[in-house]
């Protein structure tokens, strides 16, 4: 199995906090992704990551931000949460963006009350 | 709005039954993927097809890809309880764009 741990697996938190959700390989792949996943609409990207501090916002990037400094860990941040927020959030990673394989975390399930 | 659609987004069928999943899309792709996704699990990697026209078959599933690039199906012969799961395609680009998903309940 491809080495992603994604932190925490389960999270509640209130409506208007900020909350941090992180995504750690050990594969060293270039590519970081993060999705949200709700019935009815598949996977969505959020944003995503090409190398350390390169970034680029995806479908449903709008209340979201992300960060990269290492290799190795992708960080999502949620800056004020919503509702609307609730969702089972995917990191996945790849070599060489969507021409190879993805392989993704465990998932993250994100309550906002 | 997605660039893939898939259909049906749900399918309840016995075991034994034969089935086919479409993912369409107007946009061309240079190749395409299918996941497979189980309940509290993330997707895993079932197969990418890359030329026009392409066949390829994995036991009882089968993957074609469209002539034209833009269109994909996935057909599962003999139907098993395990095969139970969320079916995803995914076309290539810098990211990969999923489709909405096929939710397969194979009832024993």
């Known amino acids: 199995d491809a080495g992603i741990t994604q932190s925490p697996r389960h999270k509640v938190t209130e409506t208007g906090t900020p909350v941090t959700l992180r995504c750690h390989q050990t594969?060293?792949?270039?590519?970081m992704y993060w999705y949200r996943q709700d019935p009815g609409h598949g996977l969505r990207l959020i944003h995503y990551?090409?190398?350390?501090?390169?970034?680029d916002k995806g479908e449903v990037s709008d209340g979201y931000s992300v960060s990269r400094s290492k290799t190795e860990d992708f960080l999502l941040t949620l800056e004020s949460a919503t509702s609307s927020q609730t969702s089972v959030y995917f990191c996945?990673?790849?070599?060489?963006?969507?021409?190879?394989?993805?392989?993704f975390g465990q998932g993250t399930r994100l309550t906002v009350v | 709005t997605q660039l893939l659609e898939q259909s049906p987004q749900f399918l309840s069928i016995q075991e034994g039954e034969n089935l086919t999943v479409y993912c369409n899309s107007s946009?061309?792709?240079?190749?395409l993927q299918w996941y497979r996704q189980e309940p509290g699990e993330g997707p895993v990697l079932l197969v990418t097809?890359?030329?026009?026209?392409e066949v390829k078959k994995l036991k009882r599933l089968t993957f074609q890809f469209g002539d034209a690039r833009k269109d994909s199906s996935l057909h599962i012969t003999a139907a098993q309880p395990g095969d139970t799961g969320l079916y995803l395609c995914?076309?290539?680009?810098?990211?990969?764009?999923f489709g909405t998903g096929t939710s397969l309940t194979v009832i024993p």
């Open positions: 097809v890359v030329t026009g026209g």
């Open positions: 594969e060293n792949h270039r590519y």
């Open positions: 990551s090409y190398g350390v501090k390169d970034t």
């Open positions: 996945a990673i790849s070599e060489s963006g969507g021409y190879t394989e993805a392989f």
């Open positions: 946009s061309v792709f240079s190749s």
């Open positions: 995914a076309g290539s680009g810098n990211q990969f764009y």
